[in-house]
């Protein structure tokens, strides 16, 4: 008879006491089941599904065109490949700006057909009413300030936010918002790490990194940029820890030359 060993879903409890502790939370992105399993085996804490799988799942330029339905795919995908990690699901771009109704009706959505733990949407005080709207139906939400994707015509650039005093004080005032709105976590985005660290410490919900440097309570990258699966993206804030490109088309293309000169199958192969 095997045992199947229990394991211990993360919360947003577990979260909250990580912080208290100093213990810092890893987080990444998954966006299906078998990358997701790897994720969740490897220890990661958090699995973000983000709308980063406008860019690297669909090739888009932007994550604005990933519609809620394709989030819910994605999603519930890796919701099946997960026994620990705490799953958060991006809302898309134009599934909860019209509105706080609009917004419940998206998040309500994403953890009905999904099986997650939690949404997390982008912006500060122009989205406190839905935060506390989608809370008020009992769904955690994590909140993103900074470099907001979904906003990138906004801004017109990929440059580092929050470098001038009027753009950092208002990033500070729309986390303490967002925390007593009662957000359970913050990635704050490509800010100067001074910032970042000045929010971490000054609130007691974690802030979670991606290039905010290392004084906030965790880290989150894109699976594909540090697997290296997309080397054309190299920003300062990401380090690489594979270069999978690299050997995937090794790989694949060994197959093609194994097909091509009949050495693929071989008669161990064969039926
Ligand atoms: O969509 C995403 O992957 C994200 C992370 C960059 C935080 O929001």
Redesign the pocket.
Known sequence: MSVQKEVKRVTTRTLHDMKSRGEKIAML?AYDFSMARLVDAAGVDVI?V????SNVMAGHET?LPITLDQMIYHASSVIRGTQRALVVV?LPFGSYQGNSKEALTSAIRVMKETGAHAI?LEGGEEVVESVKRILSAGVPVMG?LGLT?QSIYKFGTYVVRAREEEEAQKLIHDAHLLQEAGCFAI?I?KVPATLASRVASELSIPIIG?GAGGGVDGQ?L?LHDMLGINTEFKPRFLRSYLNLQEQITGAIGNYVQDVKSKDFPNAGESY
Do not use: Y
């Open positions: 992105t973000l983000g709308d980063s799988a994550t991006d997390k993103h994707p990635v985005e991606i989150v894109v």
